[in-house]
């Protein structure tokens, strides 16, 4: 199977168990809570545990499915409260829940979906409750960690002396632990051993982190027609991403393009002055290191199968694609 | 063991843990997510666990105490989010995590709280892992109503037609749930049988809404010399406790008592009125019923110990107490 038609699947699954959601209660709350499940979305965590969990046990993914939307449940929770604290108005093209409803609202909505997927993740099928306590135990320290990394993420803005050690490490906390417990609760729902279940971890984590990277790369590189977004807006906002980091520990002065518009060759000056100085190279030699390492690592205690080579085709996609 | 001396050895190491809790990291999430940990209270939830433990197996509280802990961390958790979403500054004299911080940092901190309960819950000692499942289920369906219990409390503020019986429901979710987690996860996880977590949960449910019960007669009732706080205010705001429901109910009409200051006389009057219309007596009847109802249910299914009696004087205690 191809890797877009296998992820096309998952999210018709996903959204089709996003809009049984929507429809269990009236209450303002399952509305509410319902509302961004609803707005569409990859689904790249839940596709992440089902091909983890097939590549450990083929056939797994249908027993343990609802444990692929304990992810994408705790993923969307993550998105509801964030918007709040960032007062961000729109996501994935509607309007933010605390925006429709009211704070209060979205607050409650952000809790009511974690708790859930905390009930998906204990009733997943044949799985032994060895595996569903790891697989709580992932989910609960993920979002500990998510919760940290938010706050270093926050408390980045008003500094402009992150090191790309900090930054590499409130990225893992704030997007790779969440892939990294997809894809662990996926191998060990699905009865993988210790090594396999540290191996897809890793993986996951690796993964998390390439994919933060590579919107950050995307962000400078890809024009409005195609991204939809306005180009380099992290660069005129001196945002401490791994490329204005790795820029300024090599000594190469973006500060002229901190400013609030600019030009098409002043974009195109600023991608070429990022390119000769090595910069770009160095950020992408990163996440290339991550995804190798970890595959190699994910090869050596998992057997090949179709989904092993998916996986290995979608941790490629996070660090290819161009939007 | 006197209960009282009970639950101020149990106060005492929850305290602790609370202070180890606040010094494992410098973070400020750390210090925002402990500042309500540290205000002390009566952890009711945790001797709860701790006693539906011992009380199934003798000696089985020493090796759930970080189940305890979930409970009390759980509650704050609560609390924390149910401050912003009230808008109120003082909790237990201090002021309040988003008063302290800010709202982003309180609900980050509530999050973390909430996170943190589930690890816990999940590494006691000697339990089964089906026992820890359980726990887990309970917990987070605890949580999952307690949210929709919150969001009917708001909603009854704007109405002045809540019955009796959506009051109990919206008080079952927002109090009784956690105290029914409380007890059926100390009984799950001390190795109790099906009957005996279902007889703790129900007790641990009702002893919830009676403790709920209890507070809005406190408020009617006592001086502010003993409880510190506006005597009958509830009466004032009219609010839609179970006594101003019941007394709509029955007739009796409390109108005149609605505005912005009642005298001593006044009050007392009120007191007069709903004890002889026989609304006081019907709410005590209530919450009584709920009470012995559910030691009767216990005492079929959990054999005579210290621990069980000391169970029966706690929920005894929640619906005497006079503050």
Redo the contacts between chains.
């Keep these: 199977m191809e890797l877009s038609e296998y992820l096309k699947s998952v999210a018709e699954k996903v959204d089709q168990e996003a809009d049984e959601y929507s429809k269990a209660t009236d209450?303002?709350?399952q509305k509410a809570s319902a509302h961004l499940l609803l707005g569409g979305g990859k689904r790249l965590r839940p596709a992440m545990v089902l091909l983890a969990a097939d590549a450990v046990r083929k056939g797994a993914s249908a027993d343990i499915f609802s444990a692929a939307l304990a992810l994408e449940w705790t993923h969307t929770f993550t998105l509801v409260?964030d918007d709040?604290?960032d007062g961000d108005s729109l996501r994935r093209g509607r309007p933010t829940v605390h925006v429709v409803w009211n704070?209060?609202?979205a607050?409650?909505a952000?809790?009511?979906l974690?708790?859930?997927?905390?009930?998906y993740?204990?009733s997943v099928k044949n799985a032994?409750?060895?595996s569903?306590?790891k697989a709580?135990?992932m989910?609960?320290?993920a979002?500990?960690e998510i919760?940290?990394g938010?706050?270093e993420d926050?408390?980045f803005e008003t500094r402009n002396d992150v090191r790309a050690s900090e930054y590499l490490e409130m990225v893992r906390k704030k997007t790779g632990v969440l892939y990294a417990a997809a894809a662990g609760i996926g191998a060990a729902l699905a009865g993988g051993d210790a090594k396999q279940i540290a191996a897809f971890y890793t993986l996951g984590q690796n993964t998390g982190i390439a994919f933060q990277i590579q919107d950050d790369i995307i962000d400078l590189m890809t024009p409005p027609e195609i991204s939809g977004k306005d180009q380099a807006s992290d660069l005129r906002e001196n945002k401490q991403t791994l490329l204005a980091i790795t820029a300024r520990e090599m000594g190469v002065d973006l500060s002229k393009y901190h400013k609030d518009h600019l030009t098409k060759e002043e974009i195109a000056e600023a991608i070429a002055l990022l390119e000769m100085s090595g910069v770009l190279g160095k950020v992408r030699g990163i996440s290339e290191k991550m995804i190798a390492d970890s595959k190699a690592g994910l090869a050596s205690v998992v057997p090949a199968s179709e989904e092993r080579d998916l996986i290995f085709e979608m941790v490629d996609f996070f660090i290819t694609r161009g939007y």
Tied chains: 1, 2.
């Design positions: 209450t303002t709350l409260h709040i604290m704070e209060a609202t607050i409650l952000g809790d009511v974690y708790a859930r997927a905390f009930e993740l204990c032994s409750a060895e569903k306590v709580v135990q989910l609960s320290h979002c500990y919760c940290e938010q706050e926050v408390s």
